[in-house]
């Protein structure tokens, strides 16, 4: 047999109080004697009893619930920066719910309409994948809404981008001061606004000291694709001897490649940086200069975006810079560029 929720009015009875006692004993800062608030407080540990916070919530038209849109969950840097936004929501009191949009039958729209039953009082998208709709759909349930790294040309949410211009051109200068001028770019075919941007940055900050780029795009943004990307750029007449890739996973991909399949040394004969600074970009294996994501910031500056008060949202977006962290696989003196 199952076991039953122990209600608040169970609580009142075996205490002896009434049942607004029982409520006030468990509302911060709420009119209560000391006596009533320690029996309230006996009674409810010995019935097992548990503050129905979605149903205060609802009362107040607030359920607590966050939903945390992403897609690529099994990525690093997505289930750090999932990690990092459920721990932080927990620790502010909040219910995190994760809605996977990796599929493309209809199913995160159905998951999504779902979370609208339960009254979330926002949703944070991390990826640039989902379809604008989703982000029209919270807007128009009431829900508050943060996006990350997307371009959705719509009023209302708070934005949060990187300089992923800067990034690129920092690159560009990183290469050209370890002597390289075959330059090359390596990018996924999914072309989220960020991905774009850092490719056309890159191109740009090329373009301004009359150099060329190689551009080649292959799948998603997974390991495997960097592997190919090294095969098409090494296996080509004019070989690269600097390569930026668009993350960490494709660069790991080339750089395994290149070792393995073509006795390509790096940074020896080919510099190479990537993009997210995941925990694996510093193996001893592979020490990969790469851009850190400033995840904590990120995290911060949504949730303190979304504690504020809707009338007090003053600043619609934030943008933040990605710092160059030097490893081992450009060749030069491992300073600061800027």
Partial sequence: MSKSFVSANDVARHAGVSRSAVSRAFTPGASV????????????????YHVNQLARGLMRSESGIVCLVVSE???PYRARLV?????ELQKAGKISMLINTDRSDGGVDAALRQTLNYRADASILLSGLPDKAITKL?????????????????????????????????AV?????????????????????SLMARE???????????????????????????????????????????????????????????????????PEDLCVIG???????????YELTTFAQPIDQIVQASLLWLSEAADTQNVKSQTFKAPLVWRKTVRGNHQQVS
């Fill in 200 to 266: 056309n940055g890159f191109l740009a900050a090329a373009a301004s000291f009359g150099l060329n780029v190689t551009v080649t795009r292959h799948g998603n943004t997974v390991y495997e694709s960097g592997r190919h990307a090294a095969h098409s750029l090494l296996t080509s007449f004019d070989r690269p001897d600097a390569v930026f890739c668009v993350n960490d996973l494709m660069a790991l991909g080339f750089i395994d490649s290149a070792r393995q399949d073509f006795g390509v040394r790096i």
């Fill in 33 to 48: 004697s000391e006596d009533t608030r320690k029996r309230v407080m006996n009674s409810a540990q010995i019935l097992g």
């Fill in 73 to 75: 969950m099994d990525t």
């Fill in 275 to 285: 993009f997210d600074d995941i925990e694996q970009a510093s193996w001893s294996s």
């Fill in 173 to 193: 200068n990183a290469f050209l001061r370890a002597g390289c001028r075959a330059l090359a770019f390596v990018n996924s075919e999914v072309g989220t606004p």
């Fill in 138 to 170: 919270c807007l128009d349930s009431g829900q508050r809404i943060v996006l990350i790294n997307r371009d959705d040309n719509i009023n209302g949410p708070f934005h949060i981008n990187l300089n992923d211009h800067q990034a690129a051109k920092v």
């Fill in 83 to 87: 990690r990092a936004f459920s721990h």
